[in-house]
């Protein structure tokens, strides 16, 4: 095993520690290779040991190491020699087709050979020379045949509680005008759908993940805190920031992040101020709320305290700067005079419906889709011009998929899922927009989350399909949607704490915090089921504009909100457990620019039952 004594430097500086001395140098060459310990794992180890014990890294302490903390460690494995085996075909869906259908002829072969009693309790009608199974007839796909469950999971009985569901349709959240029976779109005519940011900028393909620095974590988040604090100078006109753990006996403004001083929940009493490495080296010092009339804070929170720190070691705060969102878009063809106005001005200016959904698609005790095919079927009634639909497609939380039960690999599921969905909607000619979950069981587990790449939709359906990836900016006719799939509002709400004189809305305030912190994902640290990769985090998680809608879905209850003169809508999810859950529509329009005061692209948006 070979040691790179530069890369051990190197290591080793992270955390501002030198090498002093041959012998030293020698001793750390001799523990890497003794123990079987790369040079990051030996700086590690040895830091966790020093900050334990307050000792410098010297001869004698390392002669301490090794006899205290690396003699007692478990000897590494070797890994196991890998053995030539062979895998089983794997089975496409034209195959797997074939052989239900090989599977239904074997069945209607056995029925032919039983008993007439037996026979008339078969639900499958039987072909007899007088009753032939046209071929034209049974190559001719239904959306409910193409989700034919049969070569999913051995048991495929419909769900009993969606069926009997008596509040199909019922509206049970809504916004702006009433419009009735106008809740009818063109399909996908005259609709343009693509991203807001350039393609260099946006994730188009699936990237290497699972290795990531703390030194390169530190680096995004107090990037995070620079780039806020340019907004908090500008809109609260502070004049400079103050260390936060020098001594201040006047009142003075500190620059940092919210953070929590264990690893519980934050409270009034845990909550701490991290500071930036500009004005504060990274430092932290807890935060004495008991002034503050008003506040609400989460764990990641960039924010800017006035108040006094006597001792160096609280600050008093006495007011709470927050930061402010972003401008909303403005098009790069922006109107000019005369008459390129009303030229320019009235071009996508078409209202377009928006249906969005949100998985799991499945209720939990079944693998039918039939809330699936009930939206299809809506889609195809009420011809949106764009429908959103969020994952998870091929929920990892599912009864049987959590036991193992399907009979096919998850991808296979998941490609037949498209093919019915992008199938059954083509008369509509509705755009369709799919985003990924971390719920999806056979897509990547990370955030930002890659599109969906291992479905290809025929070529007749290219034009109107997008995969594109969580979270992301869509920019239809003008209209700017933000999107994201994963439960932001429920990770949030766990975290957040806050104090009002009166009665505040917990959804208003933190889809407030996410706007004005300009990120999908504010939170941090993320809930345990996050797996963040941060440096793809800071490109491509971020708000490049204030949006004129903004989708977040969750477990929580479905709401439509105007926050901050953003349209905010939670459409709750499709199934809830054993029962139907809800899907969200709306109406868009682009308006005129130079308006003034502005007007909401949304025209109206509501939340009904399945």
């Known amino acids: 095993m070979s040691v790179n004594v530069e890369k051990l430097a190197e290591e080793l500086d992270t955390f501002g520690l030198a090498i002093e001395g041959d012998s030293m140098k020698e001793k750390l060459v001799e523990l890497c290779i003794t123990y079987r310990l790369k040079e990051d794992e030996i700086v590690n180890e040895w830091f966790a040991f020093s900050q334990t014990r307050n000792v410098p890294l010297t001869r004698e302490n390392l002669d301490i190491f090794e006899h205290e903390k690396l003699s007692k460690r478990p000897a590494k494995a070797y890994p196991p020699t890998k053995r030539p085996h062979h895998r089983a075909p794997i089975q496409d869906l034209n195959t797997l087709e074939d052989l239900v259908q090989a599977e239904?002829?074997?069945?209607?072969?056995?029925?032919?050979?039983?008993?007439?009693?037996?026979?008339?309790?078969?639900?499958?009608?039987?072909?007899?020379?007088?009753?032939?199974?046209?071929?034209?007839?049974?190559?001719?796909?239904?959306?409910?045949?193409?989700?034919?469950?049969?070569?999913?999971?051995?048991?495929?009985?419909?769900?009993?509680?969606?069926?009997?569901?008596?509040?199909?349709?019922?509206?049970?959240?809504?916004?702006?005008?009433?419009?009735?029976?106008?809740?009818?779109?063109?399909?996908?005519?005259?609709?343009?759908?693509?991203?807001?940011?350039?393609?260099?900028?946006?994730?188009?393909?699936?990237?290497?993940?699972?290795?990531?620095?703390?030194?390169?974590?530190?680096?995004?988040?107090?990037?995070?805190?620079?780039?806020?604090?340019?907004?908090?100078?500008?809109?609260?006109?502070?004049?400079?920031?103050?260390?936060?753990?020098?001594?201040?006996?006047?009142?003075?403004t500190f620059l940092g992040q919210v953070a929590c001083d264990s690893n519980g929940k934050l409270n009034a009493k845990s909550v701490v101020l991290q500071g930036d490495l500009e004005h504060s080296v990274g430092m932290q010092v807890p935060v004495d709320l008991s002034e503050l009339k008003e506040y609400s804070l989460f764990p990641g929170q960039v924010v800017a305290l006035e108040g006094i720190n006597s001792t160096g070691r609280c600050i008093t705060a006495s007011l709470l700067h927050e930061a402010v969102p972003l401008p909303f878009y403005i098009p790069a063809t922006e109107l000019k005079e005369g008459a390129e106005e009303e030229e320019v001005g009235l071009e996508g200016l078409e209202p377009q419906m928006v249906m969005v959904a949100c998985g799991p698609y499945t209720t939990s005790d079944s693998f039918t889709f039939d809330p699936m095919m009930d939206l299809i079927d809506t889609i195809n009634r009420d011809r949106p011009g764009v429908c959103i639909l969020l994952g998870p497609f091929v929920d990892c939380r599912h009864e049987q998929i959590e036991k193992c039960q399907l009979t096919v690999p998850f991808q296979d599921v998941f490609k037949?899922?498209?093919?019915?969905?992008?199938?059954?909607?083509?008369?509509?000619?509705?755009?369709?927009?799919?985003?990924?979950?971390?719920?999806?069981?056979?897509?990547?587990?990370?955030?930002?989350?890659?599109?969906?790449?291992?479905?290809?939709?025929?070529?007749?359906?290219?034009?109107?399909?997008?995969?594109?990836?969580?979270?992301?900016?869509?920019?239809?006719?003008?209209?700017?949607?933000?999107?994201?799939?994963?439960?932001?509002?429920?990770?949030?709400?766990?975290?957040?704490?806050?104090?009002?004189?009166?009665?505040?809305?917990?959804?208003?305030?933190?889809?407030?915090?996410?706007?004005?912190?300009?990120?999908?994902?504010?939170?941090?640290?993320?809930?345990?089921?996050?797996?963040?990769?941060?440096?793809?985090?800071?490109?491509?998680?971020?708000?490049?504009?204030?949006?004129?809608?903004?989708?977040?879905?969750?477990?929580?209850?479905?709401?439509?909100?105007?926050?901050?003169?953003?349209?905010?809508?939670?459409?709750?999810?499709?199934?809830?457990?054993?029962v139907g859950g809800s899907y969200g529509r709306l109406f868009v329009q682009r308006q005129r620019s130079g308006e003034s005061p502005r007007q909401t692209p949304c025209l109206a948006a509501q939340v009904l039952k399945i």
């Not at 008596?166 to 809504?174: D, F, I």
């Open 104 to 252: 239904e002829e074997e069945e209607n072969l056995l029925d032919s050979y039983s008993t007439p009693g037996k026979a008339a309790s078969q639900k499958r009608a039987l072909t007899t020379p007088e009753n032939r199974l046209s071929k034209k007839g049974s190559n001719a796909r239904s959306p409910r045949l193409l989700f034919s469950p049969a070569s999913f999971s051995p048991s495929a009985t419909p769900s009993q509680k969606y069926a009997s569901r008596t509040n199909r349709g019922e509206v049970v959240a809504s916004f702006g005008a009433v419009r009735g029976a106008a809740w009818r779109g063109s399909g996908g005519r005259s609709v343009s759908v693509q991203l807001l940011t350039a393609p260099e900028d946006s994730i188009t393909k699936p990237f290497k993940y699972m290795f990531q620095k703390l030194y390169d974590i530190r680096e995004v988040l107090n990037y995070k805190i620079e780039d806020l604090s340019l907004s908090l100078t500008d809109r609260h006109h502070i004049e400079g920031f103050r260390p936060v753990a020098i001594p201040a006996q006047e009142p003075v």
């Open 416 to 578: 037949q899922c498209m093919k019915g969905i992008v199938e059954g909607t083509r008369g509509s000619g509705s755009h369709l927009v799919f985003v990924p979950s971390l719920r999806d069981v056979h897509h990547h587990f990370v955030y930002p989350q890659p599109p969906f790449r291992c479905y290809e939709p025929a070529k007749k359906d290219k034009g109107r399909v997008h995969f594109v990836s969580d979270p992301c900016t869509l920019d239809i006719n003008g209209v700017i949607i933000g999107v994201t799939s994963t439960d932001v509002l429920m990770h949030m709400s766990a975290e957040e704490i806050n104090s009002s004189q009166g009665g505040s809305d917990r959804f208003t305030r933190i889809l407030k915090h996410i706007l004005t912190q300009r990120s999908y994902y504010p939170l941090y640290p993320p809930a345990e089921e996050m797996n963040i990769d941060y440096e793809c985090f800071q490109t491509y998680a971020q708000l490049p504009v204030t949006p004129d809608v903004l989708i977040v879905p969750s477990e929580l209850r479905y709401f439509v909100k105007d926050v901050l003169g953003c349209i905010c809508i939670n459409p709750g999810r499709l199934t809830k457990g054993q």
